[in-house]
């Protein structure tokens, strides 16, 4: 298994795949997992070859994105891994991460097992949060067309379970902020991700009070 090339061609194929997604899971969302999980995992000690392949492949196949259906993501990443020559032990690390990897509701434990996927988990939620959190939430919004920027109107749902999750839109993108993204703060699992991710946290908040503050007139 030549882990170099298997990288390379990973990079490129995931690059084409992802390069005119409009949802917010595009090549640079992908591209920041990956160094953002490089350099926790560097501080971390994890295994850095499976860190950067599974980064690179999280998004490939999204449940969002074909129907609701988990399974897919990791299938078609065997794939293409078999094709490439990987061993079975890389195959099924890599699918247990894609498989376990998404938020899937407010009350719902993560699965994930391994310190690679936890790794991968902590770079794409801190891609979730702060500056670029805030972008990518709005961003989602107006791809699902008909979610507003905000619904004072709208209450806060706490997801007990992925299904419930999957099935119950939004309010407002604002109500997602209170949903998953001041959640995952405290959700990280790496001593590392947890630093990261107060930062972006607060950055969260201020950004928050001034909608508020602007919304009723105030500011
Ligand atoms: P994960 O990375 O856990 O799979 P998602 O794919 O659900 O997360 O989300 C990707 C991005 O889209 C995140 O930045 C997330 O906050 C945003 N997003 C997901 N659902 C919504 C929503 N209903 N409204 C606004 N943004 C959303
Ligand atoms: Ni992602």
């Given at each position: ?116 996927g936890k790794i ?69 699992n ?30």
């Open positions: 298994m030549n882990k170099k090339l298997i990288l390379i061609k990973t990079e490129k194929y995931v690059r084409d795949k992802l390069k005119n997604e409009g949802s917010g899971h595009d090549w640079w969302h992908v591209h920041r997992v990956s160094n953002t999980a490089l350099s926790i995992a560097k501080r971390e000690g994890a295994d850095l070859f499976i860190v950067e392949l599974g980064a690179l492949l999280h998004d490939i196949a999204d449940y969002k994105f074909h129907g609701g259906d988990s399974t897919v993501g990791p299938r078609i990443a065997s794939e293409w891994l078999l094709s490439l020559g990987a061993d079975k032990d890389t195959l099924n690390h890599i699918k247990h991460i894609i498989q376990h990897v998404s938020f899937k509701g407010a009350a719902v434990k993560s699965r994930m097992k391994t310190l690679e991968i988990q902590d770079a794409d939620r801190l891609d979730a949060i702060g500056a670029i959190g805030i972008a990518r939430a709005f961003t989602y919004g107006g791809f699902r067309k008909n979610q507003l920027l905000y619904d004072p109107s709208g209450t806060i749902k706490k997801h007990r379970s992925f299904s419930e999750y999957k099935r119950k839109s939004t309010a407002s993108t604002i109500h997602h902020f209170y949903e998953k993204l001041l959640l995952l703060k405290d959700l990280m790496t001593k590392t991700g947890k630093k990261l991710a107060q930062h972006r946290h607060a950055f969260m908040e201020r950004y928050l009070k001034q909608f508020f503050e602007e919304w009723e007139g105030r500011k």
